[in-house]
């Protein structure tokens, strides 16, 4: 029983529609249900953790009207939150929006991203980047995921990465190539870089602390930069990427969206939407009597 959406949907049904409250019902019961939270954890929700919801939504495919909708069904229930005194601010005020329609994501190409894994350096600072690089595209975890890794959560002897998302827990197999750059950082770098507050991470930063958000993209902007790959590259290029590789090699839709962490058949679908054309494409051009 979520009391609070109860209670929520009983406020708005005062001023707005049967169908309005509906709505904005299912969108945050479904982020309950997304980010596995009750009540007592809806309040310790931030920002950040709603802007990647949103993200989440587009990443699946769904429609921009929607993620807007959604975006206002948050703000609207964060608003009641706080206007009751559950919350010290609305964490779903200063959302980011989209402005158009959702653009098809950027994908890499295998040439592209072996050119990026060869740039980091042999010294403690490249070890770690290139361990972070490989298994960002070995495994296709969100940003928020790889820095959140801890110590214990990887074991290279079985080649598993057990990853702890918002939603839920789930193994994730990790290739040779991540796992020996992983592996290389252990040895070599990671004991120079870390620190007291980074004890248990697996990635730090130059100072010894857990690695951010913020300062993982400033790593992949930098390589980018080198590699002069002229592409929109953001920091989900390289999940975008993964999903697209494996699907053009004939993994299976269900299996890659497991890896993924998506919560239901129907997400990714914008990937295989765009190996469809792919292939499509390839027809034309190859096919004799296309």
């Not at 919350?87 to 190409?109: F, G, Q, R, W």
């Not at 494996?246 to 890896?259: H, Q």
Request: a positive charge; charged letters at 25%; glycine letters at 8%.
């Amino acid at each position: 029983m979520n009391t609070y959406i109860d209670d929520y949907a009983a406020r708005l049904g005062t001023r707005a529609s049967e169908s309005t409250v509906a709505s904005y019902r299912r969108d945050i019961e479904l982020l309950y249900n997304r980010l596995s939270v009750t009540d007592s954890g809806i309040t310790r929700l931030g920002t950040e953790q709603l802007q990647e919801y949103l993200a989440s939504l587009a990443e699946e495919g769904r429609s921009n009207a929607t993620i807007l909708r959604t975006a206002s069904s948050l703000r609207s229930f964060f608003a009641y939150l706080e206007g009751s005194g559950l919350m010290d601010e609305n964490p779903a005020e200063y959302l980011s929006l989209p402005k158009k329609a959702a653009k098809e994501p950027v994908i890499l190409t295998t040439e592209e991203i072996n050119l990026l894994l060869s740039l980091p350096k042999g010294d403690a600072k490249g070890l770690r980047d290139r361990a972070m690089l490989e298994l960002l595209y070995a495994t296709g975890v969100k940003v928020s995921e790889l820095i959140s890794i801890q110590i214990g959560d990887i074991d290279l002897n079985r080649g598993v990465l057990i990853c702890r998302g918002t939603a839920r827990e789930r193994a994730v197999p990790i290739g040779h190539a991540a796992a020996t750059a992983v592996a290389g950082y252990l040895s070599s770098a990671r004991s120079e870089m870390v620190g007291s507050e980074g004890a248990a991470a697996l990635f730090v930063n130059c100072q010894g602390r857990p690695m951010t958000r913020q300062g993982f993209w400033k790593i992949v902007k930098g390589y980018i930069a080198e590699a002069k790959i002229q592409k929109d590259v953001t920091p989900q290029t390289l999940r975008h990427s993964f999903a697209v590789h494996l699907l053009t090699n004939g993994a299976d839709m269900d299996d890659v969206s497991e890896m993924l962490g998506f919560n239901n058949r129907g997400s990714g679908s914008i990937y295989r939407n765009m190996v469809s054309e792919k292939l499509k494409k390839a027809y034309k051009m190859a096919h004799p009597r296309a």
